[in-house]
């Protein structure tokens, strides 16, 4: 596979000048080139060593990114999905509507399948489908026109959300709090801020002064590489932790509140998030600390019952053997259990945030509003 790969390097003493200066939407995770001829995202893979960007503009390209992770965070899944799935569209050679149907259902049908779990990467494709059908009596050129149009709205509700999100929750924190998170739901997920991260960072432009602790979050270290990374490049007080750390803090009275994202919330309020969260949710749960969910509507799904009825994507097991290691770190020939995602029942949050305010248990009630 090829890209066009644009590489930043920078010396220590500008790289830390410019972290000390920047803020959190200076980055942009996914976007569309100025010719919209192609998606261009930051791969996350990459971080937090270099800052690349890819600029992407086939199927199988956009494809690999979301499955490899270089675009990952739900909601910044189905933003790159829109945005892909429209730029696919603009290369189908089809001179009628059932022609270019036939091979948009099959761009939508196969970028679908690249990461199960993530609701928002389903919703944004069919989104876009439902645009295509309301119009069909439209000509092809319109046809693209409309789907750019609806790539750009998915993009503009995700950030608008996003901040909704952060308000939500920063009226249930107090300044000087001590925060834990897990996995990356910050603006390295999203359009912008983020959603578990969203509250630190409208604190930390009120003077808030939130203490962070990051786990690393095992096997592919998206608090080391990517939440720590972010924090810090916006001057938030954060402390990266070990995955089997996270009681130790919390004993020492250091988290006054859990803030976590969401890849699918079913409808009886059970969580899927990234693997390692429902254990996060027992710690809280046992020191008596306020275990928050945050995630944009997009991301609760009305088909799905509960937690049993998620299908929780499986991964490589060199991801837990050698992906960070420079010499393999398990027997070779050793079985592995490399899981994504865990659910987090629903009895263990206290509330899940969105951009329309804060829902209390009974899940089944405050959801379905």
Request: proline fraction near 5%; include cysteine.
């Given at each position: 596979?090829?890209?066009?790969?644009?590489?930043i390097f920078v010396g220590?003493?500008?790289?830390?000048?410019?972290?000390?200066?920047?803020?959190?939407?200076?980055?942009?995770?996914?976007?569309?080139?100025?010719?919209?001829?192609?998606?261009?995202?930051?791969?996350?893979?990459?971080?937090?060593?270099?800052?690349?960007?890819?600029?992407?503009?086939?199927?199988?390209?956009?494809?690999?990114?979301?499955?490899?992770?270089?675009?990952?965070?739900?909601?910044?899944?189905?933003?790159?999905?829109?945005?892909?799935?429209?730029?696919?569209?603009?290369?189908?050679?089809?001179?009628?509507?059932d022609d270019f149907y036939?091979?948009?259902?099959?761009?939508?049908?196969?970028?679908?399948s690249s990461r199960p779990?993530?609701?928002?990467?389903?919703?944004?494709?069919?989104?876009?489908?439902?645009?295509?059908?309301?119009?069909?009596?439209?000509?092809?050129?319109?046809?693209?026109?409309?789907?750019?149009?609806?790539?750009?709205?998915?993009?503009?509700?995700?950030?608008?959300?996003?901040?909704?999100?952060?308000?939500?929750?920063?009226?249930?924190?107090?300044?000087?709090?001590?925060?834990?998170?897990?996995?990356?739901?910050?603006?390295?997920?999203?359009?912008?801020?983020?959603?578990?991260?969203?509250?630190?960072?409208?604190?930390?432009?009120?003077?808030?002064?939130?203490?962070?602790?990051?786990?690393?979050?095992?096997?592919?270290?998206?608090?080391?590489?990517?939440?720590?990374?972010?924090?810090?490049?916006?001057?938030?007080?954060?402390?990266?932790?070990?995955?089997?750390?996270?009681?130790?803090?919390?004993?020492?009275?250091?988290?006054?509140?859990?803030?976590?994202?969401?890849?699918?919330?079913?409808?009886?309020?059970?969580?899927?998030?990234?693997?390692?969260?429902?254990?996060?949710?027992?710690?809280?749960?046992?020191?008596?600390?306020?275990?928050?969910?945050?995630?944009?509507?997009?991301?609760?799904?009305?088909?799905?019952?509960?937690?049993?009825?998620?299908?929780?994507?499986?991964?490589?097991?060199?991801?837990?053997?050698?992906?960070?290691?420079?010499?393999?770190?398990?027997?070779?020939?050793?079985?592995?259990?490399?899981?994504?995602?865990?659910?987090?029942?629903?009895?263990?949050?206290?509330?899940?945030?969105?951009?329309?305010?804060?829902?209390?248990?009974?899940?089944?009630?405050?959801?379905?509003?």
């Amino acid at each position: 596979m090829l890209y066009r790969i644009f590489p930043i390097f920078v010396g220590m003493s500008e790289y830390k000048e410019r972290m000390s200066k920047s803020n959190i939407t200076d980055l942009k995770t996914v976007r569309l080139s100025e010719d919209a001829d192609s998606v261009v995202l930051l791969d996350q893979t990459q971080l937090p060593e270099k800052e690349v960007y890819l600029s992407l503009s086939n199927a199988e390209d956009i494809w690999d990114a979301i499955y490899k992770l270089k675009v990952r965070g739900a909601p910044a899944i189905g933003v790159a999905a829109a945005y892909g799935i429209y730029v696919c569209s603009k290369q189908i050679g089809a001179a009628g509507f059932d022609d270019f149907y036939q091979e948009f259902k099959r761009i939508k049908d196969y970028l679908a399948s690249s990461r199960p779990t993530a609701v928002n990467l389903v919703a944004a494709l069919n989104r876009m489908e439902k645009v295509v059908l309301d119009n069909r009596q439209e000509d092809i050129p319109a046809l693209v026109r409309l789907l750019h149009d609806e790539s750009v709205a998915i993009r503009e509700e995700d950030a608008a959300a996003c901040r909704r999100i952060g308000e939500n929750c920063l009226a249930l924190l107090k300044p000087g709090m001590g925060l834990l998170t897990h996995c990356n739901a910050g603006h390295l997920a999203v359009s912008e801020y983020g959603t578990a991260l969203a509250p630190v960072y409208l604190g930390q432009e009120r003077g808030y002064n939130f203490r962070v602790f990051a786990d690393e979050t095992r096997p592919l270290l998206q608090g080391a590489r990517l939440t720590a990374y972010e924090l810090q490049r916006s001057g938030v007080d954060v402390t990266l932790i070990c995955d089997n750390m996270a009681s130790s803090v919390m004993q020492k009275g250091w988290v006054q509140a859990v803030i976590v994202g969401c890849d699918r919330v079913a409808m009886n309020g059970d969580v899927a998030n990234k693997i390692g969260t429902s254990g996060v949710a027992i710690l809280a749960r046992h020191y008596g600390i306020p275990f928050y969910v945050l995630g944009p509507t997009s991301t609760i799904d009305k088909q799905c019952p509960d937690g049993k009825s998620i299908v929780i994507e499986e991964r490589a097991p060199e991801e837990v053997s050698e992906m960070w290691y420079a010499h393999r770190m398990a027997p070779r020939d050793v079985k592995i259990f490399n899981p994504a995602f865990d659910v987090t029942p629903h009895e263990l949050i206290t509330a899940i945030i969105t951009e329309k305010g804060v829902a209390y248990p009974p899940f089944t009630d405050s959801l379905s509003d």
